[in-house]
């Protein structure tokens, strides 16, 4: 088991829900990560936080909001979403977001979310 | 033209063959390169990292980075079943602070 965990496992949700994804990591890092995984494709990272600001959005839609209360959680807040949304959603961390030098980023086992 | 290019397969080998998997990538600033692991229903886990160009062994992998050809490679000898599983190659460096990963390959080793 990763030091990463993320619930739900999975997720059904219609295109007017409101549901939330969580992710908590226990490895004492610093910086937290938020990527969508669909089939075939690269992982796309959605965005960072490190030290709990918001250091990167790769322009994602305004339906995901991504929240970081604290270094070891964070939640991604979905609402009116598509079902070109549905993809398996992962979460990791690592030590911070910044140095280049060895910065490994740890995963969990990711939400697999499905938009009716 | 993506910036890492990963042929996504699917590749099937006999048990005990080695295995060559690849990547390609257009960003000469990449420094850092990672092949990640990922198996059915779970999160991508770190197998290799290497920084700069050339090899690194560790037990039945063996990662090699060629800078001047922008090709990095996975090799695993003597595969076995629990080897079966997708592989992701990452990387970066310059200004790309996070990392770039390719599709991934689906490998899998029959018995």
């Known amino acids: 088991e990763t030091g990463v965990t993320q619930t739900p496992r999975h997720l059904v949700m219609g295109m007017t829900n409101k549901k939330s994804l969580k992710c908590e990591q226990h490895?004492?890092?610093?910086?937290m990560y938020w990527y969508k995984q669909s089939a075939k494709k690269p992982l796309e990272l959605m965005f960072v936080?490190?030290?709990?600001?918001?250091?990167e959005n790769n322009s994602v839609p305004s339906r995901f909001s991504p929240e970081c209360p604290n270094s070891s959680h964070l939640f991604l807040h979905l609402h009116t979403l598509q079902p070109e949304d549905s993809a398996l959603y992962l979460c990791?961390?690592?030590?911070?977001?910044?140095?280049?030098?060895?910065?490994?980023?740890?995963f969990g086992a990711g939400t697999r979310l499905s938009v009716l | 033209q993506k910036e890492v290019e990963q042929d996504p397969g699917p590749l099937s080998v006999p048990e005990g063959a080695i295995v060559s998997l690849n990547c390609t990538y257009s960003?000469?600033?990449?420094?850092?390169f990672m092949w990640y692991r990922q198996y059915s229903r779970k999160g991508p886990e770190l197998l290799m990292y290497?920084?700069?160009?050339g090899n690194k062994e560790d037990g039945r992998f063996t990662a090699q980075v060629d800078k001047s050809s922008k090709y990095i490679s996975l090799f695993i000898r003597d595969s076995q079943p629990s080897d079966s599983a997708t592989y992701l190659c990452?990387?970066?460096?310059?200004?790309?602070?996070?990392?770039?990963f390719g599709s991934g390959t689906q490998l899998t080793v029959l018995p």
């Open positions: 290497t920084y700069s160009s």
């Open positions: 936080y490190n030290f709990k600001e918001q250091t």
């Open positions: 960003n000469s600033a990449f420094q850092y």
């Open positions: 490895l004492g890092h610093n910086a």
């Open positions: 990452a990387m970066k460096g310059g200004s790309a602070r996070q990392l770039t």
């Open positions: 990791a961390s690592s030590q911070d977001a910044v140095n280049k030098a060895k910065n490994i980023q740890y």
